[in-house]
């Protein structure tokens, strides 16, 4: 069924729809099928399930991450897209003295982070107005405005809109290998960001996010 189909049937909104079933989908109870319905899942199957896509992906991307430290100078996050949020699955710290630090666990609003607008951006249409489902009617218009931006050039900048004094640059990850949702980010102390970085570290980022889809096509 449809995001909007599973709504009407559980008498929830949208939104907490698309949240449960983005659940659903990290806990292998459900899945994403290729016409972007959802259907039941390798548990729900009786398949044998495989590994949990959220440490699958963190596994897979950690050695990524330490090169793309190691290339950019600054801390990187990797993310998964659940519901209308934004987890943090790992992070890798820079060994600069003003750093961003670890923000593995946290959640955050995908709509403000760098790298959940990312993810928004590549939605379809149904996927994307359930995500969008709470925010303010005044700022969805702008906010839509900006996603297609994001499509356009292929990464998102969130600058101080998620804690001041921060910037952070991200993309998605291509999906690959039952694993989508994901994205990378660049995160700076705002004293140390310029839009001069903006080709070198969009580019930097994205091809880490090809590499870590690689990868999890041959896992």
């Not at 009617?137 to 990464?155: P, S």
């Not at 809109?161 to 991200?170: H, K, S």
Request: proline share 5%; with cysteine.
């Amino acid at each position: 069924m449809r995001v909007s189909d599973a709504a009407i049937r559980l008498g929830v909104s949208v939104s907490t729809a698309h949240r449960l079933l983005g659940m659903l989908v990290y806990r292998d109870f459900a899945e994403q099928l290729p016409d972007r319905r959802y259907g039941p899942g390798p548990l729900m199957q009786g398949r044998a399930l495989p590994p949990e896509p959220g440490a699958r992906l963190r596994e897979t991307a950690m050695p990524h991450l330490h090169r793309l430290v190691d290339r950019l100078g600054e801390t990187v996050h990797l993310m998964v897209l659940t519901g209308s949020d934004v987890r943090f699955l790992a992070t890798v710290e820079c060994d600069q003295i003003l750093r961003v630090g670890d923000r593995t666990g946290r959640t955050l609003k995908a709509t403000l982070a760098s790298g959940g607008r990312a993810v928004l951006a590549g939605l379809p249409r149904e996927e994307l107005d359930a995500a969008l489902a709470d925010v303010d009617a005044d700022v969805v218009e702008a906010l839509r405005r900006e996603l297609r931006a994001v499509r356009r050039r292929g990464f998102a900048i969130n600058d101080q809109q998620t804690e001041r004094g921060l910037t952070a640059v991200g993309v998605a990850i291509p999906t690959a290998g039952g694993v989508s949702g994901a994205a990378l980010s660049v995160a700076v102390p705002t004293v140390r960001y310029s839009r001069h970085h903006l080709p070198s570290w969009s580019a930097a980022l994205a091809e880490t996010a090809d590499a870590i889809a690689g990868d999890l096509r041959g896992v």
